[in-house]
Structures are given as C-alpha cells and as structure tokens.
C-alpha cells in the first residue's frame, strides 16, 4: 500500500509541475477559485489566499456518499475524525495531529468552543441539508480566531435562501437506522426563512450502540431589503449508547445524553471601502453522563456550560492595502457536579493588515491577536502570511505564527477513578512554520504544502508507572510536528457530462511516542499516513454514482482501506439514493477501544416541492 500511495504522490507532483508549464493565459476559473473564504476580516477568493485551505462546496456535499459532517470531513487529508460510532453521535476533530480540544468549529462565523471538552466539538455541527460550504483552514489559525484554533479551523457555511420550496427526506437501512427530515425555505417581500428539523434512529451495531438523534435548525434574513438582520438558531440532541466509549470493564453499560444549541443575531454595514460586522450571540451545551445506563445512580455526570458573547469585525481598504481588525467580549459560565461552577470572562482584540505589491502579485498580511482570559491573563498570538502569483493561476505562499490553548475544565478538574485533571496546568503553546504551492483553473486544481510545528507544554495525561491506573492532566516536554499534504482534482468531460476525480495525502510525523508511549492515554494512534480518493461520476442525465477510497495508518501500526459508495436516481421532483459504508467490511478502530461499523448500506428518498 505504501508503494501505491508513493506512486500516486509522484503523480501527483508531476501532473502538478506538467500544468505549471502551460499557458498561463487563461482568465477564466472554476467556481472554487471564485469562492469568497469568509473565514476572517478580509475576504478573499479562495486563490488569494495565502494558507492552506480546503473548500467543501455544495456539490461535493451531494457526491460524498456522506450522511453527516463527521463522515464528510474524513474524506478531506490532513483531517482525521475519530468516531466511535455511527450517525454522528461522538466524533472527536483533529487537524495536523493537533487534540481533540485544539481544533475550531464555526458556523457562520460563530465560534463553537466548548470550555468543558472538545468531546463536544462535532455535536455542533449542522445536517448536510442546510449546508452551503464548508471552509478548513489547515495550520496556526489563533491569529485570526483566538486560542481554540491551536491546529486549524473548520467553518460552516449555513445556506442563505432556497426559495419557496420544500423538501422531504427518508432513509432505512442496516442496524435498525431510520432517518427522518423536513426542510423548507420560504422567500417573502422582506425576509427569507430556511428551516429544517430531522430526526436519525439506529439500533446499533453492537451492544449498547443505539441512538436517537434530533437536529432543528432555523435560519432568517429580517429587513432584507434595507439593513438586512441575520439570525442562526440551532438545537442538536445525541442520545446514545456509550459502549467502551471510556472503559473497557464489561460490568459497564455507559450512556450518554447531549444537547447543543445556538442563537445568534448579525448584519453587515458597507459605506464606501468600510464594512463592519456587528455579532452577538449566545452558546449552551449540556452533557449527561451514565456510566451505567440503567443504573443512574452509581456514577453521573451533568455539565451545563454557557456562553455569552460579542463582537464586532471590520475591514477597510484603501491605497496602502486592507485592514482587517476586530474585537470580541464573551463570558462562560459552567455548571457541573464533577467540575465546580466555575466562571471565565475572555476578551480578544485582532489586527491584520494585507500588503499588496509588485503589480498585485506580491502579499504580505502581518497580524496579531490579543487575548485576556481571566484565569490566565494576557496573550498574543503573532503571525505573517506571505503569497506570490507565478502566474495567473499558479501562488506559492508560506505563513508563520505562534498558537496556543488554554486547558479545558476538564483538564483542570475532572477527577474519576482513572483520571485525574491538574489545577496547576500550564496553557500549550507552539509555533508553526507552512511552505505551499497551489495551482486553479477550469479543470485542474492543486496543492502541495509542508508544515511544521513546534509545541511546548502540549497537556497529556499521563501516569507515572505502567502499574498505576490513575493518568493525571499534565504538561510535557517540547513535541515537534511536521509532514505533507498533497491535494488535486481534476474536472473532464464524458458524454457530455462532467465527471470528477480528486485525491489527497497527508503524511505526518511527531516524536510524542519517544516520550511517553506505555504512559500516555490520548496521545495514541495519530495519522501517520493518510490517502484519499473520490470519483464522482455521471454517464445518464439523471443518475449520478459516487466512489470514495481511504486509506489510513496510525501510529500504533493499524493500517486499514474503507471504501464507500453512493448512487442517486432522479426522476422527476424525487430522487431515490442507495449510499453503502465500508463495503468490503474492514475491521478498525478509530478512537479508544470502540470497533468500527461492519459494511452497511441506506436507502433514501428525497422529494422536492417547489
């Protein structure tokens, strides 16, 4: 397998350098490169940019053979979703072999940190349907977002109108799973309402697997035509089976019950070159724990944690270049009956200005973020992104930056008979170094970066002797991270329809194992080598079929293929899908001790009113 991958890299990097070499005339771009990246204070198409960012559009969405963002975004390389079920119901979010609690997910812009875990990171994220896009920006994002973007940032675009139509949604299939979904748009003089409510059910695939998902989602435009008001409000439940989710002891039925919700309130002022984003919004998620399921009162854990917040982010252009700045005040609050009912008020200001010179072709964007936390005072995250155009469709860039991470409550408090959090911890820190080169056109996009990332503090928890069974929340020694990533797709016509082929590689490599590996429990089982494959294709005017290839090896040795497929019919205003996972049953754990779905197939039904 090594063999393959190393030959389809060499592929890649020559097909990359042959497409280099041509003309460079072409004006013209497809509809990725003249995607707006919305995910700072100074938008740009997304081949201006000068980091690493992956763009999921709406069409990669319907040719993914995913049911949720959990599945969608294992087939991006360099990020590495480890699920320990199906249906969404707990997916923990890496990027770059950064922790579950050192990536970002936004919706809207809206950060959806949560200060007791980032467990909870993916039970924010939305149902496909009301997705538009969604924008990773890969490497040290602090400068733009703050400090929970130590390894990068994944925002979620939310659609903004889809008519007067609405759209129903059915599915059944393997382990007792049955999906239900309404959603609707509705498109009036002055507003415009997109609304959605879904519920997901399975069984299990194994004991104790079950879940009962509900996912309610509204999003209006108020005053459209005048000072357009935005509202986002959202309300996601996970109930579901917890099995060896956390221990291995078989005496052990461990249940969990989530709820994350979100309202937010924004609008945008233009005057001139000045644009002003005005937000406020409020954050809640609540977490109950069963360690057994049945038996509520031997061990449970309820945590509540809000947030309240407000900000504010402009930008402003001029002959010198644009100004991006911004300033942001929230306050949490958790309560818990593990964790205490402690209080943390944050107060963040950015600033960042794009140079642009030598005809455009050259960037320069120096910037830094300023924080204040009140349990840990004050911190900046500085950072420089540089890009040149070599052509009009060909940039190399490269950025630095430092990050950093404040430890979660958990961290700090959590105490159970086999973890111990640590009061005393120290914020993780890092400094990151990228050098990329990537090429847009028509029918042919690439990338190609190389990163590294030295951290120092990185919160593990650790045991002091294989015969201990307490591990406690401590800081380590300095960790270096580097590796690669290759991306590229390539659009061409059959039949008269178009037909799309795109691969990605990540390589990574850390030397935390050097250190700690018979005493560390979450530092385990990193992605060494990553490969990914999808080809979307049509060859009839109404029926699509969908093929994705991964490949992963972890750093424990476990190596493993998955292959999935889609196939959608439409006749008419119905569409009849049939989506298989794991299709050539490959055994494999992702995340802990939790066994992987068997293969397993959905059939769908979708129905459309205009």
Known sequence: MKKSILFSAILLVGAFQVKAQQDDAVVKVDSLGEVVVTANRINLPFKENSRTINIITSNDIKNS????????????????????????????????????????????????????????????????????????IKGPAARVFGQNAFAGAINIITKKNLDNSVSLNVEAGSFGQLNGSAT??????????????????????????????????????????????????????????????????????????????????????????????????????????????????????????????VETNASYASKLGITGFGV???????????????????????????????????????????????????????????????????????????????????DL??????????????????????????YTSPKFNASVAIFNRDADNLIDYIRNDVSEDVFVATNITEVNTKGLELDAAYNFKFKDFTQTLSVGYAFLDDNILDQNEELSRYSLNTLKHQYTTRLSTQLFKNVRQNIIYKYAERTTGQTYNVWDASLAVKVKQAEFTITASNIFDADYIESGFVPMPPSNVLFGLRYSFK
């Not at 104790?208 to 005053?223: M, V």
């Not at 924004?266 to 724990?289: A, C, E, G, M, V």
């Not at 959590?414 to 050098?435: I, K, M, R, W």
Request: no cysteine; hydrophobic share 35%.
């Open 184 to 309: 609707a748009g509705i498109d009036k003089e002055n507003s415009t309402h997109i609304i959605h409510v879904g519920r997901m059910t399975s069984e299990g695939y194994r004991n104790n697997s079950d879940y009962d998902n509900g996912n309610y989602f509204l999003k209006s435009i108020f005053n459209k035509n005048a000072q357009p008001i935005e509202m986002t409000a959202s309300f996601l439940e996970r109930n579901f089976g917890a099995e060896n989710f956390y221990t291995t002891n078989p005496t052990f039925n461990e249940y969990e019950e989530t709820q994350n919700s979100l309202l937010a309130f924004s609008t945008t002022f233009k005057k001139n070159k000045l644009k002003i984003q005005p937000r406020i919004y409020w954050k809640r998620n609540q977490d109950l724990f069963l360690l057994r399921r049945n038996d509520p009162g031997f061990y449970r854990n309820m945590h509540i944690s809000n947030k309240v917040g």
């Open 413 to 438: 408090f959590y105490n159970d008979p086999v973890t111990s959090g640590n009061a005393d911890l120290e914020p993780e820190e890092a400094f990151a170094q990228e050098l990329g080169l990537k």
């Open 328 to 410: 942001e005040f929230s306050k949490i609050y958790l309560r818990s009956n593990n964790l205490g009912n402690p209080n943390r008020f944050m107060s963040n200001v950015f600033l960042e200005h794009r140079f642009s010179v030598a005809d455009s072709k050259l960037d320069i964007t120096p910037g830094v973020a300023l924080t204040y936390f009140s349990d840990f005072k004050f911190k900046a995250f500085p950072g420089l992104d540089i890009g040149y155009n070599l052509t009009n469709t060909f940039k190399v860039y490269g950025n630095i930056g430092y990050t950093y991470r404040i430890p979660t409550y958990t």
């Open 65 to 136: 053979a995913a049911v949720n963002v959990a599945d969608l975004l294992q087939q991006v390389a360099g990020v590495d979703i480890r699920r320990r079920g199906t249906g969404g119901s707990q997916a923990d979010l890496y990027i770059r072999g950064g922790g579950f609690d050192q990536t970002l997910l936004l919706i809207d812009g809206v950060k959806m940190d949560d200060a007791q875990t980032g467990h909870h990171t993916m039970n924010a994220a939305l149902p496909l349907e009301v997705i538009e896009r969604i924008e990773i």
